[in-house]
Structures are given as structure tokens and as C-alpha cells.
């Protein structure tokens, strides 16, 4: 089964500044999908970036960009220019691509706060 | 477009009380997900639908059952509720195996005392 990682219980940064989330995964597949959650106060789930693991080239959005390391099942979350309203949970998932119904599975959480 | 829509938001049962969660989706969406979320912790797969009529177990089905009567609904039945089921309920809809985005509803926050 796969499983989800993420090391940093909690992680804190100027705002304006750039703080980086880490995520490891462990999966014997070759094609797959990792995702990177926000969670805000509001318990609302945010898509913010996905990876297609075929894809080499990193995923960026906005102020959001990836580190995918395949061979090193890593996939850490970049955020320039922090902003008050990035606080928020932050979790990593991974999903399958040859499981009938691509399930979810989600990382333990990094929560983020935005220093003034 | 209400996309995915969850009642109630709260919820307190005493335990061995029995209750639905409610799950409807607007976006004729094949694929529906049930997960919970304990405090402090990432969403575990409870259980899912790959369309009408068709439901499987996922990580933690233990204490729920489901039912997928139509595309739009997607209810989880708690019966004799236990603390142990204390959690935060959230359901997701996604289109279909194509689709990379699963969309998911605003959450039931459930205490059982």
C-alpha cells in the first residue's frame, strides 16, 4: 500500500519570504499523481498544485511551484513571497493511476504560519 | 453551482444513537468519496463509488455503510456511533478516471459523547 509522508508537524515564515513543505511517498508504481492540499481555518479542502509523476518538468502555479524527485519519491511545496493568507494545513497526496476509483492518500499535515 | 453539498455541518450523538450524513453532487460526477479527518491528522478513505449502484470498503470502513442509489447521492450511515468516531466527515466527487481534480465538500463536524 502506499503511504504519505510529511516530516514537518509545523513550519512558520516571514511573510514575503519563501518557505519550502516537504512530502516522501513510497509506491512501486511508475505512473501516479501527487497533489498538494491547502486547508484553511474554514475546513475547506484547496487543490492547490497536482504532478503527473510521467511529467518531468516541475508544476508551478503562481506563487506555488513543486520539487519533484521521482527516483527519490519526493515532491516538496515552494511558496514565494508568502503572503498572510497562505496560513492554512497543507497536505501532501498521492494517487494512483491503475486503482479502479484513484483513491487518496493523504500526508499527516504540515500547519503554516504567516509571520507580519 | 453548488458542487458538493454536506448536511449537517454539526453533529453531536450520544453513543449507540445511529445517524446519516448526507452527500449530494450537482456535477453528475461518477466517482464519489467518503473520508474522515481526526484532529491533527491527514483524510482516510472510508468509502468510495465509482457509480450508481456500485460502492466499495476503503481505509477505515469499520462502523459505516453506504449506499449510492443515484449519481447525486452518496450517503454514509454511522450505526451504534462510538467516541472512537468523533471526527470531521468530509465527502468528494470526481468526474471520472480521466479527471485529476477531486472536489470536495465543506465537511460535517461529528462529536459522539
Known amino acids: 500500500a502506499q503511504t504519505v509522508t510529511q516530516s514537518q508537524p509545523e513550519m512558520s515564515v516571514q511573510e514575503a519570504e519563501t518557505v519550502t513543505l516537504s512530502c516522501t511517498y513510497d509506491t512501486s508504481e511508475s505512473d501516479y499523481y501527487l497533489f498538494w492540499y491547502k486547508q484553511p481555518p474554514s475546513r475547506q479542502m484547496i487543490l492547490v498544485i497536482r504532478?503527473?509523476?510521467?511529467?518531468?518538468q516541475n508544476a508551478t502555479e503562481n506563487r506555488f511551484s513543486v520539487n519533484f524527485q521521482k527516483a527519490a519519491k519526493s515532491f516538496s511545496l515552494k511558496i514565494s513571497d508568502s503572503q498572510l493568507g497562505d496560513a492554512a494545513m497543507y497536505f501532501c497526496?498521492?494517487?494512483?493511476?491503475?486503482?479502479?476509483?484513484?483513491?487518496?492518500?493523504f500526508g499527516q499535515g504540515t500547519r503554516l504560519t504567516i509571520n507580519p | 453551482n453548488a458542487g458538493v453539498t454536506q448536511t449537517p455541518k454539526f453533529r453531536i450523538l450520544k453513543i449507540g444513537q445511529s445517524m446519516t450524513l448526507q452527500c449530494a453532487q450537482d456535477m453528475n460526477h461518477n466517482y464519489m468519496y467518503w473520508y474522515r479527518q481526526d484532529p491533527g491528522m491527514g483524510l482516510k478513505l472510508i468509502y468510495y463509488?465509482?457509480?450508481?449502484?456500485?460502492?466499495d470498503k476503503g481505509e477505515v470502513p469499520n462502523g459505516y455503510n453506504v449506499s449510492r442509489s443515484t449519481t447525486e447521492d452518496f450517503p454514509l450511515r454511522l450505526e451504534l456511533a462510538a467516541p472512537s468516531q468523533t471526527s470531521v466527515y468530509f465527502c468528494?466527487?470526481?468526474?471520472?478516471?480521466?479527471?485529476?481534480?477531486?472536489?470536495f465538500g465543506p465537511g460535517t463536524r461529528l462529536t459522539v459523547t
Open positions: 468528494a466527487s470526481q468526474s471520472g478516471r480521466g479527471s485529476y481534480e477531486q472536489y
Open positions: 463509488s465509482v457509480g450508481a449502484g456500485i460502492t
Open positions: 497526496a498521492y494517487r494512483s493511476q491503475i486503482q479502479g476509483a484513484q483513491k487518496l492518500v
Open positions: 504532478q503527473e509523476a510521467y511529467k518531468q
